[in-house]
Every structure is written in C-alpha cells, then in structure tokens.
C-alpha cells in the first residue's frame, strides 16, 4: 500500500522494484487519485485498487499489508503521530514501511509556503519522528538523514 500516492510515480516505482500481486494507493487529494490512475498502465492498473483516505484515518482493516510505503506524505498531515499510528496499524506483523520524509528546515521557507500546502504547527523533526516510531513499536532500521533536511528508511513493525 502506498499512502499519499500524489500523480502515481512512487507507484511506478513499486511495480519496478517489489512486483507486487496487488497494489492500493491512496491520497486524500482526489484529483492525486485520479492522476495516478491515469499514471499507470493498463496492466499495472488491473492489479491496483485506488481509494481517497485520510492518512489518519486508513479505511482498511488492521493488519493487512506486508508493506506500506510513504514518499514524503507524513509532514504534510496535520495529525501526523494519527498517521504514523494507522501506518503501524495497518501492517502485519514484521511488515515493512519504507519511508522518505521532509523536516520542517527544508519545507518551511519563503518558496515552499507559497507552492505546496504544509501544516506550520507540531511538525516533526529527527528526534520527534524517532520518538514516535519507538512509541508504536516500529524499528528503524537501514536510515540515511540528512541533518535539518530529511530522512530515508525502513520502519520494521515489531
């Protein structure tokens, strides 16, 4: 599964590298949805299901994926730790969440503010983001950071 899907090219990277029987993308922005589903192939798109969620509120049943994949969703979600939360729901037991995720340093200036829509209260830095995997139970493991810029890694469900 993949939360936060946007136009469908992390997609395109899952089917490249994982071959997935089946794929579920999401993003709360329809127009994303639809996008992505205009993304993929016809092939591609007969193994994938497309939903609009709430990242904080995943309409799917607990512990259902093998994985779950965020390319840079979690720091625009208002209620992230609620995010972090149904990611680590939603996984199976040793499933995986592969992770790439933006601090506030990079995304907070005069050029971003006035591009893309980013909540400015509660946003998480390195320590915030670790501290909340730990709370939940989730490993990180295989992380490469970037001080004050972001992060790339595995999230392990224990």
Same mark, same amino acid.
């Given at each position: ?10 997609a395109?990277? +899952?089917?490249?590298e ?11 922005? +329809?127009?994303?949805v ?5 993304? &993929? ?13 709430? *990242? ?50 990079l995304?907070?200036? +005069? ?29 990180? *493991?295989?992380?490469?950071? &970037? ?6 890694? +595995?999230?392990?469900?224990?």
């Amino acid at each position: 599964m993949e939360i936060g899907c946007g136009r469908g090219a992390g997609a395109g990277i +899952i089917f490249r590298e994982f071959r997935p029987a089946r794929l579920y993308l999401s993003d709360f922005d +329809i127009r994303m949805v639809k996008q992505a589903r205009n993304y &993929l192939d016809g092939k591609k798109q007969t193994k994938t299901h497309f939903c609009l969620a709430d *990242a904080a509120n995943l309409p799917f049943d607990s512990q259902r994926f093998d994985a779950v994949f965020g390319f840079g969703f979690l720091h625009h979600v208002p209620q992230w730790r609620n995010a972090l939360a149904e990611v680590v729901r939603v996984l199976k037991a040793g499933g995986v969440y592969y992770l790439v995720e933006f601090y506030p340093q990079l995304y907070q200036n +005069i050029i971003t503010k006035h591009l893309l829509f980013h909540p400015e209260r509660d946003r998480f830095k390195s320590n915030d983001l670790k501290s909340a995997f730990e709370m939940l139970d989730l490993s990180l *493991a295989h992380a490469k950071e &970037l001080k004050n810029m972001g992060i790339i890694g +595995i999230g392990i469900k224990r």
